[in-house]
Structure formats: C-alpha cells, structure tokens
C-alpha cells in the first residue's frame, strides 16, 4: 500500500502548526522525512509519530514575589542602602585612582 506524501506545507496545515516548525520537527529527528531536491515529503502515516505532543511555549517560570511584610520591607531597603553605599565608594576609588594618574574623570 503506498503511503501519501505531504509537503512541508501540507504536513504544517494538517499539524497546525507553521512550515517553519515542521522543518525545525524534521531537523531535530522528531518527524521523519525523505528530502527530493530542496523539498522534503512526509509520509502522512508519520504524522501519527506526533500526536500527544505538547503544543505551545511553556510556561514562564514564576519570579520572587515583592516583599510584603515590614521585615521583608526594611530588609530590603538595607540591602539597597548597602548596594548603593558600595556603589558610591568605587566610584570615587576611581575618581582618586584618576587623580593620581592625572587623569580627569566625570
């Protein structure tokens, strides 16, 4: 029994899904095909191979919640406090650094 062969386009309607990610299913060995010249024909039995395949982006993974209670608050605001009073020291270290080179830094 010969089997009907589907182009990229043809294979990408039935899927529902772009020409594009058929090619990308083909690349990554997930759908098997024969390639004629620049086309690549699939076996329309070998559709099958990618039912109950996940569709779609995954999920974004949740991010860290704002602080909410006032400890979470105040640890926060000192954990700033910190990160600019750091931030502040290396740069005049580099303005003194400038300085002594001769260099005028702005």
Known sequence: MSDELLT????AERLN??????????????LPA????????IKASD?????GRKVGRPPKQAT???????????????TAQKLNEAFRKAA????K???KKGK???
């Open 8 to 11: 990229t386009d043809a294979a």
């Open 17 to 30: 899904v772009t020409p594009g990610r058929v090619r990308a299913m083909i690349a990554a060995g997930r």
């Open 34 to 41: 024969e390639k004629f010249g620049f086309v690549h024909m």
């Open 47 to 51: 559709l099958k191979l990618l039912e």
């Open 64 to 78: 860290a919640a704002p602080p909410t209670t006032n400890s979470e608050i105040r640890r926060a605001d000192k």
């Open 92 to 95: 005049e270290d580099e303005q």
């Open 97 to 99: 650094a400038g300085k």
């Open 104 to 106: 005028k830094i702005t």
